[in-house]
């Protein structure tokens, strides 16, 4: 038996080394952007086999989305494509709920103008597998709209276009711990950067802010690391938050006209701490290592009376070589011991080679 996951192109490795804590996944089938493997024997005589799978998904920093293979079908005609992807699910005694059909990524996020997203050709594909489907009453809600997310509980057909003609079909379950964006096709948050937007940053943070679901109010103070030009501080504009941005480069014209944005310009370790005193917020996006991002923030947050306020923080730790995935659990503890109880890493699909860490 087998199981596929998609992630961003280049992650292919450290997502075969992750898997591999659950047990000696071997990889069967590659390309990137898209992997599959063999299961163990004993991971696959489980009773819970899809939940469990569901499970690791939930887990994974990696993984965009996991599901249990089916097998694979060829053709560029949705009709045709539709019949063989039935006549395949017919034999694995599963009901769907949803069609999910998407493709794996074609360049690292950002790259040469590519942001992942699905297809015009992907979302009709969509519709007919969708329309031909033997058991339509087993559809869920808003089942014909390829921008919704699954819900709890659902069971979703996977097709995920590898090549131009070619499809692989898998079965996931939704559980309670699925994150948001593993809920949508190919793990993919239906964002396109507004005309508005003066970086990509926006892109990043709108949809790590609507992963990590951090409560934020209208008129909380938020305090934004490494903030030019704006984008990540856009997103933070947008939900009616009073934003603090740190950083030594000029801001957008755009996001200083904003009358709830103040450029606090200057090094994070310039900045005299007692003007974050009321901050509940933090984010930052800084182009360096880690550990220098984790002692800029922990160096912030010490401070008493920021420490009290902060309820909670999110921002990218940038992977400068891949070989940094395996230190993700330290710094995850070296998080917690700031006093936050809640620490959760992702890479998501708008990040580039970093991962986005959601703290409460």
């Known amino acids: 038996m087998f199981l596929f996951a998609l992630c961003q192109t280049g992650a292919e490795k450290v997502l075969k080394q992750e898997l591999n804590c659950h047990g000696d996944f071997r990889l069967a089938f590659s390309r990137p952007g898209f992997v599959s493997f063999k299961m163990p024997e004993e991971f696959c005589s489980s009773e819970n086999l899809i939940e469990d799978i569901a499970a690791i998904a939930a887990e994974s920093v990696f993984a965009?989305?996991?599901?249990?293979?089916?097998?694979?079908?060829?053709?560029?005609e949705p009709l045709q494509l539709a019949k063989q992807v039935w006549e395949i699910t017919a034999k694995s005694g599963y009901f769907f709920n949803r069609v999910n059909v998407c493709g794996r990524d074609t360049a690292v996020p950002g790259t040469n103008g590519f942001e992942p997203a699905i297809t015009t050709e992907q979302k009709e594909l969509q519709q007919v597998i969708t329309e031909n489907s033997p058991y339509p009453k087993f559809l869920g809600k808003n089942f014909f709209d390829s921008t919704a997310a699954a819900q709890t509980g659902e069971t979703v057909l996977d097709v995920v276009q590898v090549?131009?003609?070619?499809?692989?079909?898998?079965?996931?379950?939704?559980?309670?711990?699925?994150?948001?964006?593993?809920?949508?096709?190919?793990?993919?948050?239906?964002?396109?950067?507004?005309?508005?937007?003066?970086?990509?940053?926006?892109?990043?943070?709108?949809?790590?802010?609507?992963?990590s679901e951090l409560p934020i109010l209208r008129n909380d103070v938020c305090v934004d690391i490494g903030a030019s030009p704006g984008g990540g501080s856009q997103a933070l504009l947008a939900r009616g938050a009073s934003?603090?941005?740190?950083?030594?480069?000029?801001?957008?014209?755009?996001?200083?006209?904003?009358?709830?944005?103040?450029?606090?310009?200057?090094?994070?370790?310039?900045?005299?701490?007692?003007?974050?005193?009321?901050?509940?917020?933090?984010?930052a996006d800084?182009?360096?290592?880690?550990?220098?991002?984790?002692?800029?923030?922990?160096?912030?947050?010490?401070?008493?009376?920021?420490?009290?306020?902060?309820?909670?923080?999110?921002f990218t730790l940038k992977l400068l070589q891949w070989e940094l995935a395996a230190k993700i659990p330290s710094y995850i503890e070296r998080i917690r011991s700031w006093g936050y109880g809640s620490v959760r890493i992702k890479q998501l699909a708008f990040n580039r080679q970093e991962v986005m860490a959601a703290v409460k």
Do not use: C
Request: aromatic share 8%; charged share 20%.
């Open 64 to 76: 965009r989305t996991i599901s249990l293979s089916l097998g694979k079908v060829n053709g560029t």
């Open 163 to 211: 090549e131009s003609e070619q499809y692989f079909i898998g079965v996931k379950r939704i559980i309670k711990t699925t994150p948001l964006p593993a809920r949508y096709s190919g793990g993919i948050t239906p964002l396109v950067l507004p005309p508005h937007a003066v970086s990509r940053a926006y892109l990043k943070f709108e949809e790590g802010l609507r992963w």
């Open 286 to 314: 800084m182009n360096v290592a880690p550990n220098y991002t984790l002692d800029v923030i922990e160096d912030i947050i010490s401070y008493g009376k920021v420490h009290v306020s902060v309820g909670g923080m999110l």
């Open 243 to 283: 934003v603090l941005g740190i950083d030594p480069a000029e801001m957008s014209p755009v996001v200083l006209q904003n009358p709830n944005f103040t450029h606090l310009r200057g090094n994070a370790n310039q900045i005299k701490r007692f003007m974050l005193r009321k901050a509940h917020w933090l984010i």
